[in-house]
């Protein structure tokens, strides 16, 4: 059997291991931060209407510009955006690949603070960019001093920050964001895959007059309860846009994937409606855990990491077989849970207080 050593494959790839977060069929899934709230029936028939609807015409390729989407999306994101200011791609893994894609490349560096978004390093390896994570401090927070100190030391020409951060849930200020930029001459991308559920970390929309190496990266996967529709975007300076258009892959945005979008964002505000109750769950799922003896990070997301795990992998095996799926991201000590619907987290919650009282 031929196995990936035997390929003539990039060097830079060898003993590589590809994302894997586990995809299981149990009754309470919160591994990956989706919205597990179902969509109303009557977007989903709006949808599918949609859907249905460019089916006549799927003959022909889409819209390479899918004008009608950014549009929608501008609308969305509001702040007076322009359609020439955004972007949008097949999830927003695939936006940050194309900033890759077009800022990246041999030679060059980019820098996160870990933990964080795994996918960040392995998107550089594919881009072939050097990555790095420096620190955040003892909870994960970033502060201005140790963004300034970072770029000094490592240079990049890409800053990710992640706002609020992915595994940790810490918030982010707008104070890190601007001292990022004014920090380096090369692009700092704001990564708000889970900016709607935010209570303190505010959108970095805001910052966009005047800063044109600024990228703010969006998802509909997250608060939009879309993910299996693969729709992520950015907000930029409209060269950022074209910059973009040098690197896509003409027409990646397939028509379904084009009026599945724009009917969801005609409903955005009754798909955001579960938004509330995420942040309920969230908030509980932290002041319970704390009861209970552990140690949860503050989230300003739809996830709580926590430590004072004894034994994660261990935890993490015996509430699957309790039907209830969390992540193990790796940290020491510690566990990673989606805030679900409250049966959801009610469930999560007792999985572990079986444990803890066993
Ligand atoms: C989930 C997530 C994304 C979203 O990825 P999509 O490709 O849009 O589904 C992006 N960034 C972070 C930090 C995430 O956690």
Same mark, same amino acid.
């Given at each position: %059997?031929?196995? /990936? ?9 060898? &003993? ?13 899934? =919160?591994?990956?931060? $989706? *919205? ?15 859907? #249905? ?13 899918? $004008? ?5 999306? +501008?609308?969305?994101? &509001? ?16 936006? =940050? ?6 800022? #990246?490349?041999?030679?060059? =560096? ?14 550089? /390896?594919? +881009? ?7 620190? !955040?401090?003892? !909870? ?31 918030? =982010? ?18 990564? $708000? ?5 935010? *209570? ?19 998802? %509909? ?22 910059? %973009? ?18 009917? +969801? ?7 955001? +409606? ?30 709580? /990491? ?23 991201? &790796?940290?020491?000590?510690?566990? !990673? ?22």
């Amino acid at each position: %059997m031929t196995s /990936l050593s035997d390929l003539p494959l990039r060097e830079s790839l060898r &003993g590589r291991e590809p994302y894997g977060a586990p995809q299981l069929s149990v009754p309470v899934a =919160l591994n990956v931060n $989706e *919205n597990t709230h179902e969509l109303p029936e009557d977007v989903i028939k709006d949808i599918v209407k949609r859907v #249905g609807a460019v089916a006549h015409g799927i003959n022909r390729y889409p819209d390479r510009e899918f $004008e009608g989407l950014r549009k929608a999306l +501008a609308n969305y994101l &509001g702040h007076n955006l322009d359609t020439n200011q955004i972007w949008a791609a097949n999830g927003s893994n695939e936006v =940050l690949q194309q900033i890759f894609q077009a800022f #990246g490349g041999p030679g060059r =560096l980019a820098l996160g603070f870990g933990p964080t978004y795994s996918m960040y390093s392995l998107i550089a /390896l594919g +881009a072939d960019t050097q990555y790095v994570d420096a620190d !955040r401090d003892e !909870r994960y927070e970033l502060t201005p001093d140790l963004i300034r100190s970072a770029i000094a030391e490592h240079k990049p020409n890409i800053v990710m920050l992640c706002s609020p951060n992915n595994p940790t849930g810490t918030p =982010l200020s707008l104070e890190c964001i601007e001292a990022a930029y004014d920090a380096t001459d090369g692009i700092v991308v704001v990564d $708000e895959a889970y900016a709607e559920f935010a *209570n303190e970390s505010q959108t970095a929309i805001s910052l966009l007059p005047g800063r044109p190496r600024l990228l703010i990266s969006r998802t %509909m996967s997250k608060a939009f309860a879309f993910a299996g529709a693969r729709v992520g975007y950015l907000a930029a300076d409209p060269a950022v846009v074209d910059a %973009m258009r040098l690197v896509r892959l003409p027409y990646h945005l397939s028509a379904f994937t084009q009026a599945a979008a724009e009917a +969801a964002l005609d409903h955005a505000d009754a798909l955001l +409606a579960t938004v509330a109750d995420i942040r309920v769950q969230r908030d509980r799922i932290v002041d319970e855990l704390r009861t209970m003896g552990f140690d949860p990070y503050r989230s300003d997301s739809n996830f709580v /990491l926590f430590g004072g795990v004894s034994d994660p992998a261990r935890t993490f095996t015996e509430l699957l077989a309790r039907g209830v799926l969390v992540r193990n991201v &790796g940290i020491p000590n510690t566990l !990673r849970v989606t805030a679900g619907t409250e049966a959801e987290t009610s469930a999560f919650l007792k999985a572990l207080a079986e444990l803890q009282a066993n």
